[in-house]
């Protein structure tokens, strides 16, 4: 799409609004189509370049009583500064394979 994401909807067609707006628009589809969800498993990448378009899909699930989930945030895969910097951002929970190293992470973090 014309926003650079991976989306085939009409709204990703031409740059009409900002990036942050068309996110919200997108999501407000999918939270409006599927009811009756307690989470949404998102990659975390997806996540990541949300935050960089100034969207907070986090912020908007839990407006809605829904928790988030990263995945597959793997230590050693992905970079330490974005499982920490989505973790900041509210993510409920992780995906990983590695589950030792990501609270280890955490709790070398402060926490």
Known sequence: GAYGYHDD????GQKL??????????CEILLNTIREVS?????????????EDDFDM??????NG??????TMD???AADADILRLRAAGI???TTNTP???AQLFNGAGS
């Open 9 to 12: 909807h009409i709204l990703a």
């Open 17 to 26: 609004v900002p990036a942050q707006q068309y996110l919200a628009e997108r």
């Open 39 to 51: 989470t949404w498993y998102v990659n975390y990448r997806l996540i990541a370049r949300c935050l």
């Open 58 to 63: 986090t912020a908007l699930l839990h407006d």
């Open 66 to 71: 829904i928790r988030m989930d990263a995945w």
């Open 75 to 77: 230590v050693g895969k």
């Open 92 to 94: 409920d929970q992780f």
């Open 100 to 102: 030792t190293a990501l």
